[in-house]
Structures are given as C-alpha cells and as structure tokens.
C-alpha cells in the first residue's frame, strides 16, 4: 500500500542516499553485463547478493530516518499505532 504522501521534514543527507543508489545501478548494470559475457553463474550469484545487501542497507537508513522524523512526531502528538511500522520493518526482511 503506498500513497501520494510527502515527508513534512526535508531528508537530513539525501546526497548519501542517491550515492547508494547510484552504486547499486552501477551494480545491476555490472550483472547485466556479466549475463551478456556469459559469466560464470557463481559469481553472477555473489554479485545478485552484494546487490541485494546494498538494497537493503538503504532501505535500513531510510527506516531509521522515518523512526526518528515521521514517527516520532506521530508519538509526540498522541499517536501510539505502530502497525504501520511494523508492516514497513518486515517488508524491508
């Protein structure tokens, strides 16, 4: 479920976050090739994973960004609900 929704805080290092993304591009862009070079499937794998950690990483300081803005403004207002964080933590597993 996602929606048209905007942060009313500006991201703290958004130059941090599109370097991460610019790598992990870098990276799928690198296991494509390897699939056009007909690359050993091993080390197709080892990149796959290194990509998916990297994704992963991101979405963890994404996370942690939106515990210590969006959330805890919700907290500070009375809003206790943490559905809407846990769904967001076991989506990122």
Do not use: F, W
Not at 8 to 26: A, V, Y
Not at 29 to 44: F, L, S, W
């Amino acid at each position: 479920m996602s929606c048209d929704c905007y942060k009313e805080k500006p991201r703290k290092d958004i130059q941090n976050l599109k370097n991460r993304i610019h790598r992990i591009q870098g990276q799928l862009n690198g296991v494509e090739k390897m699939i056009d070079e007909n690359r050993y499937c091993g080390d197709v794998l080892i990149q796959i994973s290194a990509i998916e950690k990297a994704l992963q990483s991101l979405g963890y300081i994404v996370l942690q960004e939106h515990l210590e803005t969006c959330v805890a403004d919700e907290v500070i207002t009375g809003n206790r609900d943490m559905n809407e964080v846990m769904d967001l933590i076991k989506r990122l597993k």
